[in-house]
């Protein structure tokens, strides 16, 4: 696959981020700038409807917005009725990101979000190190 074709698949796969009741409203802000480095085009609101641009450095104009009031009705948007046990039963993995420090019970949502993206981004983005090229 040349670097053309790279950029045409990559550009016709589209990526959404749900965020779920974040307590921090400038949390959506900076993970709006994370989202959009790593090719994300929607942020799924649900529940919390405000958030604060803040942190996002301009990306939020790059992204769609859309809110739900309740899980229920961002999963009917998203896919019907949701993943069955069947097909739970039949995805590749979950994600966890393990912790190694004992400094910390968890990680703040923005630094959890940029790892996960960075690591599906990295695993399916076929134009990896276009930018880079010597």
């Not at 604060?52 to 769609?64: K, P, V, W």
């Not at 019907?80 to 019970?105: H, M, R």
């Amino acid at each position: 696959m040349d670097a053309g074709e790279a950029v045409t698949l990559w550009a016709s796969v589209e990526s959404l981020v749900v965020v779920h009741n974040v307590a921090k409203r400038h949390n959506v802000g900076t993970m709006a700038r994370s989202a959009t480095a790593f090719g994300v085009s929607e942020i799924v609101l649900v529940g919390r409807r405000d958030f604060n641009a803040f942190g996002s450095h301009g990306s939020t104009s790059h992204l769609r917005f859309r809110h739900f009031h309740s899980l229920s009705q961002a999963r009917h948007y998203l896919k019907g009725t949701g993943l069955s046990a069947k097909e739970c039963e039949i995805c590749d993995f979950f994600v966890y990101i393990p912790q190694y420090g004992c400094g910390t019970a968890s990680l703040n949502v923005t630094v959890a979000a940029s790892i996960v993206l960075h690591h599906f981004g990295g695993v399916t983005n076929s134009v990896k190190g276009l930018h880079f090229q010597s």
